[in-house]
C-alpha cells in the first residue's frame, strides 16, 4: 500500500520518499510494543531513521 501512496503523491508532488515496514523475515516473539521497537517502527525509532535519512 506504500507504493501506491508513494505513487499518487508523486505525481502531483515529487518529493523524496522513505519506506518504513517489516523485513520478510523469521517472526519476532513478543508483545506489540516489543515488536515495533525491534524493527524501529516505535516513535524513537522511527524518529532515529528520519534523522539518519535527512543527514
Known amino acids: ?3 501506491a501512496v508513494a ?3 508523486a505525481e502531483h508532488n515529487p518529493v523524496p520518499v522513505k519506506f518504513l515496514g517489516i523485513p520478510d523475515e523469521n517472526a519476532v516473539i513478543g ?3 516489543e ?3 525491534h524493527y524501529k517502527m ?3 525509532g522511527i524518529i532515529e531513521t528520519v534523522k539518519a ?3
Do not use: R, T
Request: net charge negative; no cysteine; glycine share 6%.
Open 1 to 3: 500500500m506504500g507504493a
Open 7 to 9: 505513487q499518487l503523491v
Open 31 to 33: 508483545n506489540s510494543k
Open 35 to 37: 515488536i515495533f521497537h
Open 42 to 44: 516505535d516513535y524513537e
Open 53 to 55: 535519512w535527512l543527514q
